[in-house]
């Protein structure tokens, strides 16, 4: 059975940080690219960052560039999204996404930004 568990997300002040876990489980997690996406109210879910099977490439939505970090662990079945300097607009439910020769979805955390 194939699940992505995401965690850490939560209430943080404008300016401070969280870091995401996903945690996969039930496919072979080394052949898949991952990505994070989130989804504000009313607006259509977004495309945060990706990064290839292996690390070797990671890509990133111009509104968290230099904030956002996603990253990977092979051994442990788990990509990160480290979130800093975070604003009100990265509020949002955050999922996790495995994209190979199949796409599965995480269930998503919610991160909310404000004072």
């Known amino acids: 059975q194939v699940q992505l568990v995401e965690s850490g997300g939560g209430l943080v002040q404008p300016g401070g940080s969280l870091r995401l876990s996903c945690a996969a489980s039930?496919?072979?997690?080394?052949?898949?690219?991952m990505s994070w996406y989130r989804q504000a109210p009313g607006k259509e879910r977004e495309l945060v960052a990706t990064?290839?099977?292996?690390?070797?490439?990671?890509n990133y939505v111009d509104s968290v560039k230099g904030r956002f970090t996603i990253s990977r662990d092979n051994a442990k079945n788990t990509v990160y999204l480290q979130m800093n300097n975070l604003k009100p607009e990265d509020t949002a439910v955050y999922f996790c996404?495995?994209?190979?020769?199949?796409?599965?979805w995480g269930q998503g955390t919610q991160v909310t930004v404000s004072s």
């Open positions: 990064i290839a099977s292996t690390g070797s490439s990671r």
């Open positions: 996404n495995a994209w190979g020769s199949e796409v599965f």
């Open positions: 039930g496919f072979t997690f080394s052949r898949y690219g």
